[in-house]
Protein backbone atom coordinates (compact mmCIF):
# COMPACT_ATOMS: atom_id res chain seq x y z
CA UNK A 1 0.00 0.00 0.00
CA UNK A 2 1.61 3.43 -1.08
CA UNK A 3 2.18 5.43 1.90
CA UNK A 4 4.04 9.12 1.24
CA UNK A 5 1.86 11.30 -0.54
CA UNK A 6 3.73 11.24 -4.16
CA UNK A 7 3.24 7.47 -4.21
CA UNK A 8 -0.53 8.31 -3.50
CA UNK A 9 -0.49 10.37 -6.48
CA UNK A 10 1.23 7.83 -8.54
CA UNK A 11 -1.14 5.65 -8.07
CA UNK A 12 -3.74 7.45 -9.04
CA UNK A 13 -1.95 9.15 -11.97
CA UNK A 14 -1.27 5.08 -13.42
CA UNK A 15 -5.42 4.27 -12.30
CA UNK A 16 -5.94 7.25 -14.75
CA UNK A 17 -3.60 6.14 -17.54
CA UNK A 18 -4.92 2.49 -17.48
CA UNK A 19 -8.07 3.26 -18.05
CA UNK A 20 -7.24 5.62 -21.18
CA UNK A 21 -5.10 2.53 -22.45
CA UNK A 22 -7.46 0.20 -22.18
CA UNK A 23 -10.12 2.07 -23.68
CA UNK A 24 -7.64 2.87 -26.86
CA UNK A 25 -6.97 -0.91 -26.63
CA UNK A 26 -10.47 -1.48 -27.38
CA UNK A 27 -10.85 1.14 -30.25
CA UNK A 28 -8.16 -0.64 -32.16
CA UNK A 29 -9.57 -4.07 -31.49
CA UNK A 30 -13.14 -3.05 -32.91
CA UNK A 31 -11.30 -1.48 -35.80
CA UNK A 32 -9.22 -4.40 -36.56
CA UNK A 33 -11.96 -6.98 -36.16
CA UNK A 34 -13.99 -4.34 -38.63
CA UNK A 35 -11.28 -4.91 -40.86
CA UNK A 36 -11.30 -8.85 -40.27
CA UNK A 37 -14.95 -9.24 -40.60
CA UNK A 38 -14.76 -7.80 -44.59
CA UNK A 39 -11.76 -9.95 -45.22
CA UNK A 40 -13.84 -13.01 -43.84
CA UNK A 41 -17.34 -11.31 -46.15
CA UNK A 42 -14.29 -11.05 -49.17
CA UNK A 43 -15.79 -8.03 -50.28
CA UNK A 44 -12.44 -6.00 -51.20
CA UNK A 45 -14.04 -2.13 -51.10
CA UNK A 46 -15.23 -2.96 -47.61
CA UNK A 47 -12.08 -4.37 -46.26
CA UNK A 48 -9.76 -1.28 -48.09
CA UNK A 49 -11.99 0.98 -46.17
CA UNK A 50 -11.86 -0.52 -43.15
CA UNK A 51 -8.00 -0.53 -43.23
CA UNK A 52 -8.01 3.09 -44.11
CA UNK A 53 -10.43 3.78 -41.13
CA UNK A 54 -7.58 0.92 -38.96
CA UNK A 55 -4.72 2.29 -39.77
CA UNK A 56 -4.84 5.96 -38.28
CA UNK A 57 -6.29 4.17 -35.28
CA UNK A 58 -3.80 1.51 -35.15
CA UNK A 59 -0.64 4.34 -34.93
CA UNK A 60 -2.50 6.40 -32.77
CA UNK A 61 -2.64 3.98 -29.67
CA UNK A 62 1.09 3.33 -31.03
CA UNK A 63 1.94 7.39 -30.51
CA UNK A 64 0.10 7.34 -27.00
CA UNK A 65 1.69 4.34 -25.87
CA UNK A 66 -1.25 2.28 -25.64
CA UNK A 67 0.58 -0.31 -28.47
CA UNK A 68 4.32 -0.92 -29.08
CA UNK A 69 5.00 0.84 -32.55
CA UNK A 70 6.10 -1.70 -34.18
CA UNK A 71 3.43 -4.19 -33.15
CA UNK A 72 1.03 -1.51 -34.90
CA UNK A 73 3.14 -1.24 -37.56
CA UNK A 74 3.27 -5.19 -37.96
CA UNK A 75 -0.58 -5.50 -37.79
CA UNK A 76 -1.12 -3.02 -40.32
CA UNK A 77 1.10 -4.62 -42.50
CA UNK A 78 -0.30 -8.14 -42.17
CA UNK A 79 -3.91 -6.91 -42.33
CA UNK A 80 -2.70 -4.74 -45.96
CA UNK A 81 -1.32 -7.73 -47.04
CA UNK A 82 -4.37 -9.95 -46.70
CA UNK A 83 -6.69 -6.83 -48.13
CA UNK A 84 -4.29 -7.01 -50.93
CA UNK A 85 -4.48 -10.80 -51.55
CA UNK A 86 -8.51 -10.66 -51.63
CA UNK A 87 -9.51 -11.27 -55.28
CA UNK A 88 -5.59 -10.86 -56.69
Known amino acids: ?47 ENALRVAEPELMRAATKGALHKNAASRKVSRLARRVKMLNA
Open 1 to 47: MANTPSAKKAVRKIARRTAINKSRRSRVRTYVRKVEEALASGDKGAA
